[in-house]
Structure formats: structure tokens, C-alpha cells
């Protein structure tokens, strides 16, 4: 048990079994992916749905990513077009997350997609959650498994402490591989594109085999992450800190030293693995105020500062 009240279940056959059978119940897990911690729930559901709502305090306009096992299943929820085919192809399973054209009669229930036309649809790269998948045979939606804006988890204690008993269970996959969450991508009509989201996979990948995107207006709210304030800490954050003052814990990278550093080395991929972890940490002491480090902007370091600004907002 890692918070009182929250079964962390082994992720073994047995493990998996249980975890599918309570979400073939329409109840609550926490599940591993190779980003964050998903709060999972069957996507077909409305008051499995609705719970996930409950337990994140997630404002009803924010869609929720679908978590697909298979291709074949991702054809049966949205249109994939060529470029869509192209990207699953190169991308998936991985953190790349699809906004597409959804189809009628999916049976997705109407709050994943907040009543937009679009389906958010990703294949995680994680065995634990591809065997979950494959056992349960359903798509999942799983927004991250915080309350809403409030800092990702990104290990099964990180669940435990945001939710306790509030939901049924914590599928323990050990601590996430790469710390960010997914690229998201929508595919509009007439060959364009958009970044609605940095993540682990760079927008010039995207760009080389899809060519430049159109650039993002103001659209509203259309895939998780998008809103100004999020990925909170619960405390003021100041950014691009090459020093600090006595009340602020201090995340450090590269030669700017900290109470938690995100990379000695200056290393982003690592920087990009720890940074909820540091939040988390930043958080928990009795500092009552945070400075970051300044982190380039380039490569993953765009998708670091994206989380740090909207933390900061």
C-alpha cells in the first residue's frame, strides 16, 4: 500500500486480470504509461467517465485522450487518414498523440471528446499498459492521474497522495521512462497541421515527414495541456533562477546547483524524466516559494518549459 485506502496492484497476470476486471466494472484505475500515470476509465462509459471528472476536478471543456492496443482499434474509434496512417506507423506505440475527425457510433461517450468533432487517440509504449490493454479489449480515456492542473505523476506514490481511496486502484509500473507527456497533434483538412502540444517527440520530426504546420490561433480548449495554468505545484514559481533567495527550494540544471536537480550534466531527456518528480518534491518541503533554472530551448527543452511556464502561470 502507498497511501492509505489505494491497492497498488503487482503487474503480473494477476495483477493485470484484477485491474481489468475493475475496469470492465466501470471503476477507477491509475495505470503506467511511458509519459505519466494515467487515471484510466472505460472510454464507452458515461458515469465511468464522469468519475474520472469527479475524481480530477477537470473542467468539463477539456477532452481526454483515448488509449488505444491496437491500430485496428484506433480505425474503429476516428478516420485515419494517409498522414495519420504515416505517423502511427512511425510513432506508435510512443508518446504521439492523434487529434482526429471521430467517427458517429463509436460508442465513445460524449464527455471524452467535450463535444468537439475530434478524438485525442494514442497507443502507449509501456508493457505493462499494452498487456492491460490487450486483457481488457476496450479503449481507455486517461487524462493524467493528478488533480486537474496540478503537478503529473509520475511513480504509483505520486497517485497514492493526490487521490487515496478516491479511486479503486494503482497499477504499478515503476517510475515512468520519459516524464512528459505525450506530442499532441491535430491533423486538419486540406494537409495541414498542428502542434496543440510539445512533448517527447519534437515538432520537426512531425515537420520532415508531414512538412512545416500551420501556425496555432486561439481555438479554444482542444486536448489536454492546453490550459494556461497547469501542471501547478501549489506555490509560486519563479523561472530562469540563476540564484535564489532564503524561502524558495531550488530545482536546479546543468551548473546551477539546487535541493533537486533535474540534470547535473545538463542533460534534457534526464531533465525531462524528473521534472514532476522535482515538482513534486518542490511542493512537499516547507519552502514557500520555487525557483527553476534556466533550460534551453531547444529539443525536449521545448516541451520543459512549456510544462514550467504553465506551472508558473
Not at 503487482?10 to 505519466?36: M, S
Not at 516524464?179 to 483538412?189: F, H, K, N, Q, W
Not at 524528473?274 to 525557483?291: E, F, G, T, V
Amino acid at each position: 500500500m502507498a497511501g492509505e485506502g489505494t491497492p497498488i496492484l503487482t503487474p503480473d497476470a494477476a495483477g493485470i486480470a484484477q485491474a481489468a476486471a475493475l475496469l470492465r466494472a466501470g471503476r477507477l484505475v491509475a495505470l503506467p504509461t511511458e509519459t505519466v500515470y494515467g487515471l484510466a476509465a472505460r472510454a464507452d462509459s458515461e458515469s465511468a467517465v464522469a468519475a474520472i471528472y469527479r475524481a480530477k476536478g477537470r473542467p468539463d471543456f477539456n477532452p481526454l485522450i483515448v488509449h488505444v492496443g491496437s491500430l485496428e482499434q484506433a480505425r474503429g474509434l476516428a478516420r485515419l487518414d494517409e498522414r495519420a496512417e504515416m505517423l502511427a506507423a512511425r510513432f506508435w506505440p510512443g508518446p504521439l498523440t492523434l487529434v482526429l475527425p471521430a467517427r458517429e457510433g463509436s460508442g465513445i461517450a460524449p464527455a471524452v471528446t467535450a463535444g468537439l468533432p475530434t478524438l485525442a487517440l494514442r497507443m502507449p509504449d509501456h508493457p505493462v499498459m499494452q498487456r492491460l490493454l490487450e486483457e481488457l479489449g476496450l479503449p481507455l480515456a486517461a487524462p493524467s492521474a493528478n488533480r486537474s492542473g496540478a503537478v503529473s505523476p509520475t511513480t504509483p506514490a505520486h497517485v497514492a497522495q493526490a487521490f487515496g481511496p478516491a479511486i479503486a486502484a494503482v497499477l504499478d509500473g515503476g517510475a515512468c521512462a520519459r516524464g512528459l507527456e505525450s506530442t499532441i497533434v491535430a491533423l486538419r483538412e486540406a494537409g495541414h497541421w498542428q502542434l496543440l502540444r510539445p512533448g517527447p517527440i519534437p515538432e520537426a520530426e512531425i515537420a520532415a515527414l508531414l512538412g512545416p504546420p500551420v501556425p496555432l490561433e486561439n481555438l479554444g480548449i482542444e486536448a489536454p495541456g492546453q490550459m494556461a495554468r497547469h501542471y501547478s505545484p501549489g506555490k509560486p514559481v519563479r523561472l530562469e533562477a540563476v540564484d535564489a533567495a532564503p524561502d524558495e527550494y531550488v530545482i536546479g540544471f546543468g551548473a546551477v546547483a539546487g535541493h533537486c536537480s533535474l540534470s547535473e550534466r545538463g542533460d534534457l531527456a534526464l531533465a525531462a524524466a524528473r521534472l514532476y518528480a522535482c515538482l513534486h518534491l518542490a511542493a512537499a518541503s516547507d519552502k514557500p516559494r520555487i525557483a527553476v533554472a534556466p533550460v534551453p530551448r531547444e529539443g525536449l527543452g521545448l516541451a520543459i518549459n512549456d510544462r514550467l511556464k504553465r506551472a508558473a502561470a
